[in-house]
């Protein structure tokens, strides 16, 4: 059995392992921001579908559509590719083809045109699922790198590098290639091939420095009978490690709103404050530097509070940042009605971008390092890929509610989904004991 003393008395990785391990973050950003958050995603509902007389409500739906239908496939196949890269100890090799699929799918959206709609939904499914994926699969890495008390400053730092690769990714796209219109269209559609190949290469030092530390056991059956029965033993497990569980849902409920931000804060930006370009590009370069500076910060707070507080502080800072972007136009109005100001509505969502920069980093560092805490060792990659699993199932969840929602009642009045999904978060989460879930983990013995 494994004590806590012994737990923290592991070794840590060596820094350059630690740093490559990072790397992905910092790679993977290209693909999250470029693609899914900044560029392609104003490009598809705008440019690619368009305002077909509707206020982009339909574009809107099927981004959120194409979206959630890839965050179901990872619902159906992270445990059990989990449980298989543990059993025969190759996570590595499942994130490299996780990688290599993020790589190609991405590059081909070049050929997606105004017009070309299924061909973008299709797409935006396959390299969605790839990169959804391979987060999974290099945070099972994570409890592997050093003692648990250090897991909160580890993980802040990988996702303190991510959004500092994010912002030279998009920097240049969006000082090089511009806007996401129909004029600029010839220039802005190569924002695929970019996003692809700075992927490819700023994950090379991942691929060389990680190291695969798990024994592989001997092929008894095949591997689909092998994740099955493993998933199963799992599922009969987590009645033991209850705090996990709870986490966990509280996790989908957090995660539901993070998912929301994600895929519609520049749409929101450009449909409901009607934003210029270099306000936007600013906005961008607010919520990358928030974002990382959150994560490593409130990596040394966790570390010194515990994962479970730093996550409902974080949790906190949402709820208030989810209503300044709902209250942003009417708090515009009141100032320059009572005041005799002239501000304007982008100009006021800035302010609101340095508090959903500083919870974004630090709430999605935090949860991975709880689920990092709660782990055994031998069970890392099957347990984050129900993290995974949680992630992706919240995204379905909060994309499939706002872009249903947003048809019914419009985009702004729908943010305000993203405070209830936080304080559900926050309410369940009260009930996870951190100390009693660590314990629980470190003494954990396969029967």
């Not at 999250?32 to 958050?37: D, Q």
């Not at 509610?401 to 978060?425: D, E, P, R």
């Amino acid at each position: 059995m494994l004590t806590a003393a012994a737990a923290d008395s592991r070794c840590y990785a060596s820094r350059r392992e630690i740093f490559g391990w990072a790397m992905f973050d910092f790679a993977n950003q290209a693909y999250t921001l470029l693609i899914i958050t900044v560029v392609f995603g104003e490009l598809f509902t705008t440019v690619i579908v368009g305002d077909r007389g509707d206020g982009y409500r339909l574009a809107n739906f099927l981004w959120s559509m194409a979206l959630a239908a890839s965050y179901l496939l990872v619902v159906l196949t992270a445990p059990l590719l989990g449980a298989v890269m543990d059993y025969r100890a190759q996570k590595k090799r499942f994130l490299f083809f996780s990688y290599i699929a993020t790589v190609v799918a991405t590059a081909l959206l070049y050929f997606v045109a105004p017009g070309y709609i299924w061909l973008g939904v299709v797409l935006i499914i396959l390299s969605n699922y790839a990169y959804s994926m391979g987060e999974s699969f290099i945070a099972a890495f994570l409890p592997e790198l050093g003692p648990p008390s250090a897991l909160g400053k580890i993980s802040g730092f990988g996702w303190a590098l991510g959004y500092i690769g994010g912002l030279f990714a998009a920097g240049f796209t969006l000082v090089v290639l511009g806007e996401a219109t129909a004029d600029n269209f010839e220039r802005i559609r190569w924002v695929g091939p970019f996003a692809a190949g700075f992927f490819l290469i700023a994950a090379i030092p991942t691929f060389l420095t990680l190291k695969e530390r798990g024994q592989p056991q001997p092929v008894a059956a095949s591997y689909r009978h092998i994740a099955r029965l493993r998933v199963a033993a799992t599922l009969h497990d987590l009645r033991y490690f209850k705090d996990l569980s709870v986490f966990l849902v509280s996790l989908l409920f957090s995660m539901a709103g993070v998912y929301i931000i994600i895929a519609f804060a520049f749409i929101y930006g450009a449909q409901v404050i009607g934003w210029d370009e270099g306000v936007r590009n600013l906005m961008f370069i607010i919520v990358q530097v928030t974002a990382a500076a959150g994560a490593l910060a409130f990596g040394w707070v966790q570390d010194r509070l515990g994962a479970k507080v730093t996550y409902l502080i974080t949790l906190a800072l949402w709820v208030l940042a989810i209503v300044f972007i709902w209250a942003t136009p009417g708090i515009t109005e009141i100032a320059n009605r009572h005041f005799g100001w002239q501000w304007q509505s982008q100009y006021v969502f800035l302010v609101v971008g340095c508090l959903a920069g500083l919870s974004l980093g630090s709430s999605q560092s935090a949860s991975r390092t709880l689920v990092g805490l709660f782990a055994p060792l031998s069970k890392t990659a099957e347990f984050f890929g129900f993290w995974g699993l949680a992630n992706k199932l919240a995204g379905v969840l909060g994309i499939v509610l706002l872009g249903t929602l947003q048809t019914l009642v419009g985009l702004q009045a729908s943010i305000l989904l993203c405070a209830v999904l936080f304080i559900t978060a926050m309410l369940l989460c009260i009930r996870v004991n951190e100390p009693r879930g660590r314990d629980a983990a470190e003494q954990w013995q396969a029967p």
